[in-house]
Nanobody, 120 residues
Framework: QVQLVESGGGLVQAGGSLRLSCRASGSIFRINTMGWYRQAAGKQRELVAR???????NYADSVKGRFTISRDNAKNTVYLQMNSLKPEDTAVYYCYADVLTSARAQYDFWGQGTQVTVSN
């Protein structure tokens, strides 16, 4: 199996910064796309950013210019640097990874979620 463990969430004032990390471990042959979703209270889960194994990135319009996604393939880890945070960024952030397992089966795996709260 594959496990994703997130870290880095917390409480920050508006205008501040946080850096989320998510490390994948387990029966991994190759990780394709990795990314971050978020879900605010009472809202649907939405894509924040994603990054391919080759480093191509996509961002939600709401975070462009403020958030930066990156990854360390050697460490099976994806990062989300969040700057100029706004109260509307408050949500539970989930990382995911599109993984080809050691058994050559392909699945999306998800982290447990980390809370990000931005206060006024």
């Amino acid at each position: 199996q594959v496990q994703l463990v997130e870290s880095g969430g917390g409480l920050v004032q508006a205008g501040g910064s946080l850096r989320l990390s998510c490390r994948a471990s387990g029966s991994i042959f190759r990780i394709n796309t990795m990314g971050w979703y978020r879900q605010a209270a009472g809202k649907q889960r939405e894509l924040v950013a994603r990054i391919t194994a080759g480093g191509s990135t996509n961002y939600a319009d709401s975070v462009k210019g403020r958030f930066t996604i990156s990854r360390d393939n050697a460490k099976n880890t994806v990062y989300l640097q969040m700057n100029s945070l706004k109260p509307e960024d408050t949500a539970v952030y989930y990382c995911y990874a599109d993984v080809l397992t050691s058994a050559r089966a392909q699945y999306d795996f998800w982290g447990q979620g980390t809370q990000v709260t931005v206060s006024n």
